[in-house]
């Protein structure tokens, strides 16, 4: 199999970061707003709503940390993975920004 790697890295690699940086900020967007809701309404879904951004916002971090700063792993990424990983990563990521940008969408309406 041969590991899809092009001069400063993988396409896939830049779009999963790209994808996992738009999320983090989708979702510091979205948790301000539901934390406040959260903190004015007292309500559970609000609460719940917080919840959910500060969960995913880990997550994302968490992903953007191993594709950019470990210093194994962020290696790993940007030579040795192959291109169907990184389809499926990426896929994963893109689907989740597109949920996040219909979110703030009405969150914002």
Do not use: C, Q
């Amino acid at each position: 199999m041969i590991p899809l790697v092009t001069g400063a890295g993988p396409i896939w690699a830049t779009v999963a970061r790209l994808s996992a940086g738009a999320n983090l900020l989708l979702l510091v967007g979205l948790g301000t707003i539901w934390v406040r809701n959260a903190v004015r309404f007292r309500s559970k879904h609000t609460a719940g709503m917080a919840t959910f951004a500060g969960l995913l916002f880990a997550e994302n971090a968490i992903a953007l940390y191993y594709y950019l700063l470990d210093p194994t792993l962020s290696v790993w990424f940007s030579t040795a993975v192959p291109a169907v990983a990184w389809r499926a990563m990426v896929t994963l990521h893109v689907l989740e920004s597109v949920a996040l940008a219909v979110l703030a969408w009405i969150t914002w309406d």
